[in-house]
């Protein structure tokens, strides 16, 4: 007999603006607490030093993580110049150093440009990719290096935005990258390509797939606002789950045709697309999540919401 999830049964997406400090997984928590929400589970894990765009898919909505998990992603680094650290960050020790006076922004830019596309991408030592089981930041611990294999990577958009000067020099740069990419191993081959030592000192998310900072919420104006009004009152920051998956096509099917959906079985949509994966709404009535169209057109269940109306199964 399956085991009742205590909490309530609120399905929604939160895009929350995390605080430097805590690791994704602690806000999570943090988050499921507040709303007291049976099941909760966030979209892309962002290190205790960086901020930002972290979404949080509770209830149903859970089921759409994915999608966010291989969305683009949008970020503002600030990388230093003239100072190299062993975790590629500002957290790590300084293992070299080197001037960067004749460093100037006409120079970075150019530099920049050169990582515009795709290119191969070796993760870091520093990382939570497991190798042979185990995550790769505890060999790095414990003084192991392990031979990694490069990745595919994609840089969509690459802006300078500030440029400092000086034997250390910083600057500001906002990029939109695909799933997987290092923003540390980016700011490291980007001063390398420069002859210099260089390093992340700071890292904020500004976007994930549909979700930007402007549509977040802290969490110091959560927990204020469950402290105040209550769990139920955090309900007014939840986003439709239907956005995260706004770039698939959308049909409307009969509320026969939904009845039949929910039992796992293929329906007959006029006018549906010809292939892959679609969006599937009851005409005049809720979304029901995500069907697949088949050969012979017709559009199976793929991953459908449960309503929470209806009482759970035991």
């Not at 939570?128 to 990745?151: H, I, M, N, T």
């Not at 001063?191 to 110091?220: I, K, N, W």
């Not at 939840?238 to 409307?252: F, M, N, S, T």
């Not at 039992?263 to 949509?269: L, M």
Request: glycine share 10%; net charge neutral; aromatic share 6%.
């Amino acid at each position: 007999m399956a085991r009742r999830r205590k909490g309530r049964a609120v399905t929604g997406i939160l895009v929350l603006d995390k605080p430097v400090g805590p690791s994704s997984n602690g806000v999570l928590q943090r988050v499921r607490h507040l709303f007291g929400a049976a099941k909760a589970g966030h979209t892309g894990n962002l290190d205790p030093l960086a901020s930002g765009v972290l979404p949080i898919c509770l209830g149903e909505a859970t089921k759409l993580s994915h999608f966010l998990l291989d969305a683009d992603k949008g970020y503002q680094a600030n990388i230093s110049f003239g100072v190299k650290t062993s975790t590629g960050d500002s957290e790590g020790d300084v293992i070299s150093r080197a001037s960067a006076e004749t460093l100037d922004a006409e120079k970075l830019a150019a530099a920049l440009t050169q990582f515009l596309g795709e290119s191969q991408q070796i993760p870091p030592m520093y990382s939570a990719l497991k190798v042979d089981g185990q995550p790769l930041y505890k060999l790095a611990r414990q003084g192991k290096e392990v031979e990694r294999k490069s990745r595919l990577v994609n840089f969509s958009a690459i802006d300078l935005l500030r440029f400092q000067s000086g034997v250390v020099a910083t600057a500001d740069v906002n990029v939109v990258c695909s799933k997987g990419t290092y923003i540390r191993t980016f700011s490291e081959d980007v001063a390398a390509s420069l002859g210099l030592p260089g390093h992340m000192s700071g890292l904020r998310r500004t976007r994930t797939g549909p979700f930007d900072l402007a549509q977040s919420v802290t969490l110091e104006a959560l927990i204020e606002t469950a402290e105040g009004e209550g769990p139920e009152s955090l309900d007014q920051f939840l986003l439709d789950p239907e956005v995260a998956i706004g770039h698939l096509d959308r049909v409307e099917i009969s509320s026969s045709a939904a009845f039949y959906l929910k039992q796992g079985q293929s329906v007959v949509v006029r006018n549906a697309p010809l292939s892959g994966m679609v969006r599937v709404a009851e005409a005049g009535g809720p979304f029901l999540g995500i069907g697949v169209v088949l050969e012979d057109g017709r559009i199976a269940p793929k991953r459908l919401f449960v309503d929470s109306r209806e009482p759970a199964p035991l």
